[in-house]
């Protein structure tokens, strides 16, 4: 028996219009270096568009207080070492990331002062040490592929391409490169370049005596066909660029020890590191040294692998440093995101209880540790991690309650967890149901993540509560390929796409047919990017769906191999062939939905963000082309001026008329029909 709760369905149920406007996220945040407080973004919609402001509440609770305001989106919130100031990114809402500039503001209140003022924006403020200067990275340096004079507002006469890495998915064409600045922290301030050259600095931090910084980046000669990014140094004052730590795959997010002698960071070392290799911990000496992995027995990544868009945060979840000898992570496992306390010596511990945990980012200061997660299906709260006198790991105590207040006016749908035999061995899935229902089969729809190297988590998910709330069971296993149980889950995906995933998917589907769960003859298959790919396959392997959704997915290998920013390298890690032979090709095409389009019968939706260029619009098309000759039920809807994820970041009445086609669409063809 999953529950004996009563079968009577709620009368007043989610649709897209009320969730999407509804729905507050909290984006980014920071602890202070004392503790003391926490300052946090948190993303609202108002009169149909976005607004996000500041908020700050204490580390013993209360109430949290507003910071900015305004037509605003403000984020990335630093504390200055002193607890005076906050810096922030400021852009207007509905802008472009160019507009987007770096600002102060009194912890105290008052209004805020701009300090950069870059002609391509600022990004990611950092404090120094000492409180007097803020790193920052910015576009900077001539077009990359102008050809002729640039000018504002007028078309290029026309691009010269050169290298495969001249795009990625929400930038479009990579004009210019990010590179990192200083600027003293005042309004008006003049930056100063620390790098330049054909390469983009990522994530940054300072050194703890304020002479210099380190950075990731990938210098190589073309990142999109052999990606390899390592750490750097370069002194606060500008001057030489030096190699910090570098490993055989990649490495990246460093953090420096408060005592300036080590640097945590992660990565893989493993040349061209195919999907089942784990990212994992490391930590090296700042002034030399080979760097030590510290979690190379876990067999599990670290970082925030299992998903939930209601859990999302814009700061990368990296390591941060505890005390000297010991650092925080997010470690994913079954299905979750936990909190894990790591020391130099390798000891690995949770710092809370797994429980039904999605971990998005953590902040340490002064030996404390908060944390952004969903918690048993709800969207992202801000949380402290407090120690237990009598127990190895502590308990979480919320900080904050506007990050998932707004669920409370909707019904939380029952969220269960089961353990199946598939064809692989032991699989997990999570069972999304109507908050009221009982264990009688109910119309379900089959939800396949994407990645594939993604991972269904306890809760947080906007699709399934809209479905739940109408009546829908939305089963979410965590097929081979899914990340968060361990490395040979994931191994067994290699170069068998459409194979072992499709099989341990509608195993999922037999399981919950046979526990009395689901009804037969009402089952719907959706999934997005990966998830869209398995369902086109899907449907095109099985007339057993009555409905599908596949939201930018792929329906042809062999073009998505160039077409996709990153395919050339992803395809040749994910074993999936190239088009540079003939067997190549054909591995491709045999695993491409549109090579057996015959057979798709099953009335499709076809969902398309038109400047998503992880699953190009062209793709798309040929699947949608080849459906209307075959004079197939068909539909594709287009979403100007979106990119891969739209459905948690597009423009908030496009992500309603996505999720409210979405139930038209399986209402009309899934519950239509009668057992």
Not at 508 to 528: F, K, N, S
């Amino acid at each position: 028996m999953l529950g004996t709760m009563p079968r009577t369905l709620p009368r007043t149920l989610p649709n897209g219009r009320e969730l999407v406007s509804a729905q507050a996220a909290i984006e980014s945040f920071e602890l202070s270096r004392d503790g003391s407080l926490v300052v946090y973004a948190r993303r609202t919609v108002v009169g149909g568009h976005y607004r996000s402001h500041l908020w700050t509440v204490g580390w013993s609770g209360g109430r949290a207080r507003r910071l900015t305001d305004g037509l605003t989106r403000d984020g990335s919130p630093a504390i200055s070492p002193d607890g005076r100031l906050v810096a922030f990114v400021r852009g207007p809402a509905g802008g472009t990331a160019g507009e987007a500039q770096i600002w102060l503001t009194p912890l105290t209140g008052g209004p805020p002062r701009q300090v950069t003022r870059m002609r391509h924006g600022a990004a990611s403020p950092r404090w120094s040490p000492d409180g007097k200067l803020l790193a920052f990275t910015a576009q900077a340096g001539e077009h990359r592929f102008a050809v002729g004079t640039e000018v504002k507002g007028k078309a290029l006469r026309a691009r010269r391409i050169t290298r495969t890495d001249f795009r990625d998915d929400e930038s479009g064409h990579l004009a210019r490169r990010a590179h990192l600045f200083v600027a003293a922290a005042r309004a008006g301030a003049r930056p100063h370049q620390l790098t330049s050259g054909d390469f983009d600095v990522t994530t940054t931090c300072w050194a703890p005596d304020g002479t210099w910084l380190a950075f990731a980046a990938d210098m190589g000669p073309d990142r999109n066909i052999s990606p390899r990014s390592q750490l750097f140094r370069v002194p606060a004052g500008g001057g030489e660029v030096r190699t910090l730590a570098s490993l055989a795959g990649d490495a990246d997010r460093p953090a420096i020890s408060p005592d300036g002698r080590q640097i945590a960071f992660v990565g893989t070392d493993v040349p061209d590191p195919a999907d089942h290799v784990l990212t994992g911990l490391w930590v090296a000496p700042v002034e030399g040294g080979a760097p030590r992995p510290l979690t190379a027995e876990l067999d599990r990544s670290v970082g925030c692998d299992a998903w939930a868009d209601m859990v999302q945060t814009d700061d990368a979840p990296g390591p941060l440093w505890i005390d000297n000898e010991t650092v925080a992570v997010i470690i994913a496992s079954e299905g979750r995101n936990v909190p894990h306390r790591v020391t130099t010596a390798g000891e690995i511990a949770p710092l809370v209880p797994a429980g039904r945990l999605v971990g998005a980012a953590l902040a340490t200061g002064a030996g404390r540790v908060v944390l952004a997660a969903g918690n048993d299906r709800r969207a992202a709260e801000i949380y402290a991690i407090e120690a237990s006198e009598h127990e190895s790991v502590g308990h979480l105590r919320a900080l904050t309650r506007n990050g998932s207040g707004w669920q409370d006016r909707f019904p939380l749908p029952r969220w269960d967890e089961l353990w199946i035999d598939g064809p692989g061995g032991r699989m997990q899935a999570w069972l999304a149901s109507p908050a009221d229902a009982g264990d009688e089969p109910l119309p379900t729809i089959l939800h396949i993540h994407g990645g594939p190297t993604g991972g269904w988590a306890p809760g947080g998910a906007m699709d399934s509560t809209m479905l739940a709330g109408h009546g829908y069971r939305v089963l979410m296993p965590n097929i081979r390929g899914s990340n968060t149980f361990g490395s040979d889950w994931i191994r067994a995906l290699d170069g068998r796409w459409g194979d072992v995933d499709a099989a341990d998917a509608l195993a999922a589907v037999d399981h919950v047919i046979a526990r009395g769960l689901a009804d037969p003859q009402r089952l719907g298959v959706m999934g997005l990017s990966y998830g869209g790919y398995l369902t086109q396959w899907l449907v095109g392997a099985t007339d057993r769906f009555s409905g599908a959704v596949a939201e930018n997915g792929v329906a042809n290998q062999v073009s998505a191999w160039a077409n996709s920013y990153f395919g050339v390298h992803y395809n040749r890690r994910a074993k999936l062939g190239d088009p540079l032979s003939h067997e190549g090709m054909v591995q491709l095409w045999s695993t491409s939905p549109l090579s057996n389009v015959a057979s798709i019968t099953t009335p499709l939706l076809m969902l398309q963000a038109e400047e998503d260029r992880v699953c190009p619009m062209s793709d798309n098309e040929q699947l949608f082309t080849a459906l209307r000759v075959l004079g197939r039920e068909v539909e594709f809807i287009t979403y100007p001026e979106e990119h891969h994820e739209m459905k948690s970041t597009g423009r908030p009445d496009r992500r309603i008329d996505r999720m409210e086609r979405i139930l038209a669409w399986f209402d009309r063809w899934v519950r239509a029909i009668e057992g």
